[in-house]
């Protein structure tokens, strides 16, 4: 029987891959992983914010322990909080130092769950590791390499957090929900009895107590001892000083509100200068850009494309993909023109490539850079 892991999180999603795999005849057996979060003040704890979006909270742990039950798989807890905090949380409270705006499960998809927890699969005899995420594999029937594809769901497609898988990785992952809708999961949880079937679902960061990553960012550095961020001057595009911002890692990209400087238009953040430490703003026309580059590419095929190649770019998590001409360079970095400018285009996030026969495939990507 082959077997398969799948990476628990108590909510539904995950949930009802295992219960999919199990029906289908797979050995499951689900493995949850505690990973760091921020400890919850007293006032978050009284307020009953505390566990709010933990994805390893003591809840989620009891959801997934009796979904496994219910299920009748084996489950494990296996700790990771030691390399979650250097990989995950240090690098997104630096790269919000350094005035860019990171998205953390990039990386965790890439150096957590794809690889630790790969490994702890492979390692326990299994062929395959699984996750809840709304995307499809399959192999090229002309090169037989394996594909990664948006879910057939628009609205919870996930391909954009998992455009940095390789071949290895592809070739171990399966993804039960790529093609089911959000509703149809929960109808299927609901059929199945599960106890998650109604759960709520969190877009927060899971591990800043309240979803509050500005104060998160305060906490961490007293904490820690690490480098706080520092005030600086806030410029407006000629490079005249309109007022004093309290640190790059408190704005981002697009911002309007907040600014606590006036003018005759609405101001908005346009970049960060963290080599001065200015905020540079101007009006919301100027917002819009239709170039720049990335850097940390990859492509999920492993071949690295030497020539210019047409594709649509989806410049953020909820983006609308959009034509654009992207050039690899010699550097393993690539410059993107985009067809339509797009709007607060933001260092630190990803761009993303789509394409292929039906022009759902993931072709690579990489992160904006400034």
């Not at 250097?86 to 790269?95: K, L, M, S």
Request: glycine share 10%; proline share 5%; with cysteine.
């Amino acid at each position: 029987m082959t077997r398969v892991v799948v990476g628990m999180s108590g909510g539904v999603d995950s949930s009802v891959a295992a219960a999919l795999l199990k029906e289908q005849g797979y050995d499951v057996v689900g493995i949850m992983l505690r990973l760091w979060s921020e400890p919850a003040s007293e006032e978050d704890i009284e307020s009953g914010r505390a566990s709010e979006n933990k994805c390893c909270s003591i809840e989620s742990m009891g959801d997934a322990r009796r979904v496994a039950a219910k299920l009748d798989i084996p489950f494990y807890v296996v700790n990771v909080e030691q390399p979650f905090q250097e990989h995950i949380v240090d690098y997104f409270y630096d790269e919000y130092l350094a005035g860019r705006t990171p998205n953390p499960c990039l990386r965790c998809n890439r150096h957590i769950r794809f690889t630790l927890l790969l490994e702890r699969a492979l390692a326990l005899g299994a062929d395959y590791l699984c996750t809840g995420h709304y995307v499809r594999v399959d192999d090229d029937p002309a090169t037989g390499l394996r594909r990664l594809r948006r879910g057939v769901s628009a609205e919870k497609d996930q391909s954009y957090v998992l455009h940095v898988l390789n071949q290895q990785q592809l070739r171990h992952a399966l993804f039960p929900l790529g093609d089911y809708t959000k509703p149809q999961v929960r109808a299927m949880a609901a059929e199945r009895g599960l106890p998650v079937a109604t759960k709520a679902e969190s877009q927060e960061i899971c591990f800043v107590a309240a979803n509050d990553y500005r104060g998160f960012m305060r906490r961490y550095a007293e904490s820690t001892g690490r480098a706080q961020p520092q005030a600086g001057p806030i410029l407006d595009e000629s490079g005249r000083q309109l007022g004093e911002h309290q640190g790059l890692a408190y704005y981002t990209i697009g911002q309007r509100k907040g600014l606590g400087v006036s003018a005759r238009e609405p101001l908005h953040v346009l970049r960060m200068d963290a080599a001065s430490n200015a905020l540079i703003v101007g009006g919301a026309a100027h917002l819009e850009r239709s170039e720049f580059t990335v850097w940390q590419t990859t492509y999920p095929s492993g071949i690295v494309p030497t020539e210019p190649f047409e594709a649509e770019v989806k410049v953020r998590y909820k983006a609308t993909p959009v034509p654009a001409l992207v050039t690899p360079l010699t550097d393993g970095r690539a410059s993107i023109t985009l067809r339509q400018p797009q709007r607060a285009i933001t260092p630190g996030q990803a761009a993303v490539f789509y394409g292929g026969a039906d022009g759902d495939e993931v072709l690579g990507g990489g992160l904006i850079e400034e």
